[in-house]
């Protein structure tokens, strides 16, 4: 079956570590989004990439940082320069041309960092 | 700028019955596409409806339909028939049709679907 996976679902960190979060999608989706939810809130857009190689910041990029070395994988890195870096933090893809303009999303990551 | 206002932090409905979830946008886009998602206790995020800002009929996918009025500036998500399992948080979003084409999402409503 053709899908996002993020790994892992949960993910605990001390304060001052980077992290590195997984997002895979085997549906052939030139575009790729990573967003981050806070409790009760909506989602805001981290980093988005429409082509591999390149990548954009979004709303809040501050303190993250992303690659888009292969079609298939867009890692997100949470930095120790991220102030409040515990959230959720969704995965989403998109053909990125044509009429379909639904974004998939992956499970998603819950980091805590203490 | 994309801006998307929900205005109903918490909704209550009956089983069987309909409900509407409100949703107002703003942008200064041309071309754009409203969406509608669930997300149950889960996190997941399930894709329920899509509008497109030319679309001259309203959408609709099962017991899911998009009130749309375009010079209100509103994409109302309508619920016919609500069941125990639609209990869950529901945010309308939008984005552009061309360009980055990311998602500005709402606050979010939390619907409770009760026997």
């Known amino acids: 079956d053709g899908g996002i996976t993020q790994s892992p679902k949960y993910l605990f960190r001390k304060e001052g570590q980077n992290v590195t979060l997984s997002c895979e999608q085997n549906l052939n989706h030139d575009a790729m989004y990573w967003y981050r939810q806070d409790p009760g809130q909506g989602l805001r857009l981290i980093y988005y990439s429409q082509i591999v190689n390149d990548f954009q910041k979004g709303d809040i990029a501050e303190g993250y940082s992303v690659s888009r070395e292969k079609k298939e994988s867009f890692p997100l890195t949470v930095t120790s320069a991220q102030k409040n870096p515990t959230a959720f933090y969704l995965c989403?893809?998109?053909?990125?041309?044509?009429?379909?303009?639904?974004?998939?999303f992956g499970p998603g990551t819950r980091l805590t960092v203490t | 700028a994309q801006k998307i206002t929900q205005t109903q932090p918490g909704m209550f409905v009956q089983e069987k019955e309909a409900v509407t979830l409100d949703c107002t946008y703003d942008?200064?886009?041309?071309?754009?596409?409203l969406f509608w998602y669930k997300q149950p206790s889960s996190g997941e995020m399930i894709f329920l409806i899509y509008q497109g800002s030319y679309d001259q009929q309203n959408a609709t996918e099962g017991r899911y339909s998009l009130n749309f009025q375009k010079a209100r500036k509103s994409a109302n998500l309508v619920i016919s028939a609500s069941q125990l399992g639609d209990s869950a948080m529901y945010f309308c979003?939008?984005?552009?049709?061309?360009?980055?084409?990311?998602?500005?999402f709402g606050s979010g409503t939390r619907l409770q679907v009760q026997p």
């Open positions: 979003a939008m984005s552009p049709r061309t360009g980055r084409r990311a998602l500005t």
């Open positions: 942008t200064s886009d041309p071309s754009y596409g």
């Open positions: 989403a893809s998109t053909p990125g041309r044509g009429s379909s303009y639904e974004q998939y």
